[in-house]
């Protein structure tokens, strides 16, 4: 097969959950361009819709969308079962989605501390983030194995793989127990799915399913000038990614070009991960 031809995903359908979402949606981009038929997967129905439309109308070609929450079994069985009559098939499934709530202070408190962090936004954040995976891999995992081909892609984060630097995130003239951090389950979500990717990879491997993740960096998306400076300074390439800069390495670990690439995490993060 010729280089160019092994990044063709042409009539291969893939979901991918949260696909309403900023990097959703680019991941639905990247799977167009290269020919194939993004479902958009998302709790807002409404909204995955319009993003569905408005991509159809860009590419001119199909592109699905379902309203589901993925933390719900049934949900993700119905799922499957339109993914099929809509499409025949499912070859890709992208797990993208998370639970991102706002580190804001309630009543004097900072709730992201992990002192006073609620056991309802854990159990809401594993919930969405990493058993909404397994979810999703189990039932559209299962159909592909009965394809007898498929690929499943994970969508960690380089706070995954290594600790989040918690002075970035710090707001001047307010004490220690009020200052905001990045909230202890995106760590452990993000490091699950590197885990769930790996027990992926093995599992399905004789039909024809094989597993790997991508754990982008941060996405620069209009954040605070001041955050933006501290967290580059912690990035060798000086900046924050572009929002399209992970569509050829999705178009890559979902396409044939990465055949022979199988429980193996990414790391897209200008080098953060290398100091």
């Not at 409404?46 to 933390?71: C, F, M, N, W």
């Not at 396409?255 to 290398?274: C, E, I, P, Q, W």
Request: charged letters at 20%; hydrophobic letters at 45%.
């Amino acid at each position: 097969m010729a280089v160019r031809d092994s990044f063709d995903l042409t009539g291969r359908v893939a979901v991918i959950t949260g696909g309403a979402g900023l990097l959703g949606v680019k991941h639905a981009e990247a799977i167009a361009e290269a020919g194939g038929v993004p479902v958009l997967l998302d709790i807002a129905a409404d909204r995955a819709a319009e993003q569905a439309s408005a991509l159809a109308k860009k590419y001119g070609q199909p592109v699905h969308s379902l309203g589901a929450d993925i933390t719900v079994p049934e949900q993700v069985e119905q799922a499957l079962a339109q993914v099929l009559e809509m499409a025949g098939r499912v070859d890709i499934l992208i797990n993208n989605a998370a639970n991102n709530p706002k580190m804001e202070s309630q009543d004097g408190k900072q709730w992201s501390r992990f002192e006073n962090f609620p056991l309802g936004i854990w159990n809401q954040d594993i919930a969405i983030g990493l058993t909404g995976a397994f979810l999703c891999s189990q039932v559209f995992g299962c159909a592909m194995a009965r394809q007898g081909s498929g690929v499943i892609l994970n969508i960690a984060s380089d706070l995954g793989v290594i600790a989040p630097d918690q002075r970035i995130y710090r707001q001047p003239g307010l004490p220690d127990e009020q200052q905001p951090v990045k909230p202890v389950t995106y760590s452990v979500v993000k490091a699950g799915l590197v885990g769930l990717t790996r027990y992926l990879s093995t599992y399905w491997v004789e039909q024809g399913v094989r597993a790997n993740a991508l754990s982008p960096g941060g996405v620069y998306n209009g954040q605070d000038d001041a955050f933006v400076q501290r967290l580059t300074n912690l990035i060798p390439m000086g900046r924050m990614a572009d929002k399209d800069e992970y569509k050829a390495a999705i178009v890559f670990l979902v396409s044939d070009a990465s055949a022979y690439m199988n429980g193996f995490n990414l790391v897209m993060d200008g080098g953060r991960t290398a100091w």
